[in-house]
């Protein structure tokens, strides 16, 4: 009987994912995407942010799921004029749910804080939403079998300014394979979004000589939501 509940529950959570033809593996390649059939999965209809993360949240499309704590979805504003995006989440994140906590966190608190934001003004979340074991990066093929999310949150948030802390998540939103040395200190566009790449907190905290740099990013971040508004 326990059995019985568990497949029942298993095929569900496959057609919330993924429409209603069912994908087995995790390694299923693009033309296997039962979006080419198309069969839109049903999160894609979501217009609010709560109801994106309670169809998504229990994603094990890709290795990460299978071995994650918790489902790091994101946090803050849902109609934020500053979007944050991180790399991946951390031990710390995994374990409480969160992007961005812990000393990383905190560091980022007082970068916000430094140009008159707070998290209460601002969306956080990372490019990929399980925390790759022992710190890893996350491989290209998980990468692009989150993209379609990290793309609907992006656009049910819609910000002004999105601001990359890393170089995952500056390659993952501008589409590029360059160092984040040659993508930081310059307003970037992509579509309708204004791009601006910096370091992530986490990365400050082992190399602070890039502070600076950090530094001159956000205010570049401040003056560009000054012209906004």
Same mark, same amino acid.
């Given at each position: 009987? /326990?059995?019985?509940?568990?497949?029942?529950? !298993?095929?569900?959570?496959?057609?919330? *994912?993924?429409?209603?033809?069912?994908?087995?593996?995790?390694?299923?390649?693009?033309?296997?995407?039962?979006?080419?059939?198309?069969? +839109?999965?049903?999160?894609?209809?979501?217009?609010?942010?709560?109801? !994106?993360?309670?169809?998504?949240?229990?994603?094990?499309?890709? /290795? *990460?799921?299978?071995? =994650?704590?918790?489902? &790091?979805?994101?946090?803050?504003?849902?109609?934020?004029? &500053?979007?944050?995006?991180?790399?991946?989440?951390?031990?710390?994140?995994?374990?409480?749910? !969160?992007?961005? &906590?812990?000393?990383?966190?905190?560091?980022?608190?007082?970068? *916000?804080?430094?140009?008159?934001?707070?998290?209460? =003004?601002?969306?956080?979340?990372?490019?990929? +939403?399980?925390?790759?074991?022992?710190? =890893? @990066?996350?491989?290209? @093929?998980?990468?692009?079998?989150?993209?379609?999310?990290?793309?609907?949150?992006?656009?049910?948030?819609?910000?002004?300014?999105?601001?990359?802390?890393?170089?995952? /998540?500056?390659? @993952?939103? %501008?589409?590029?394979?360059?160092?984040?040395?040659?993508?930081?200190?310059? %307003?970037?566009?992509?579509?309708?979004?204004?791009?601006? &790449?910096?370091?992530?907190? /986490?990365?400050?905290?082992?190399?602070?000589?890039? +502070?600076?740099?950090?530094? !001159?990013?956000?205010?570049? %971040?401040?003056?560009?939501?000054?012209?906004?508004?």
């Amino acid at each position: 009987m /326990a059995l019985n509940s568990a497949i029942q529950e !298993f095929i569900h959570q496959q057609i919330e *994912l993924y429409g209603d033809e069912l994908v087995f593996s995790p390694q299923s390649s693009t033309k296997d995407n039962p979006q080419d059939d198309g069969v +839109k999965p049903s999160w894609e209809s979501c217009e609010e942010l709560i109801s !994106f993360q309670e169809k998504i949240n229990h994603c094990v499309r890709c /290795a *990460l799921g299978k071995s =994650r704590t918790n489902f &790091v979805f994101g946090s803050g504003n849902p109609h934020a004029e &500053v979007m944050l995006i991180g790399d991946a989440p951390d031990t710390m994140e995994d374990e409480q749910g !969160f992007p961005f &906590v812990g000393p990383a966190g905190q560091l980022l608190d007082k970068i *916000l804080q430094a140009i008159h934001l707070d998290r209460t =003004r601002v969306y956080l979340c990372n490019v990929v +939403k399980c925390h790759p074991s022992q710190n =890893r @990066s996350p491989l290209l @093929s998980e990468l692009e079998t989150c993209r379609p999310f990290l793309n609907k949150q992006i656009a049910l948030v819609n910000p002004n300014v999105i601001l990359c802390m890393g170089e995952q /998540a500056a390659n @993952s939103v %501008l589409h590029s394979n360059d160092p984040i040395q040659r993508l930081r200190g310059r %307003l970037h566009q992509s579509g309708q979004y204004k791009i601006i &790449v910096t370091y992530h907190p /986490a990365f400050l905290l082992q190399h602070p000589q890039y +502070k600076r740099d950090t530094w !001159f990013d956000v205010q570049l %971040l401040a003056k560009q939501l000054k012209t906004n508004g």
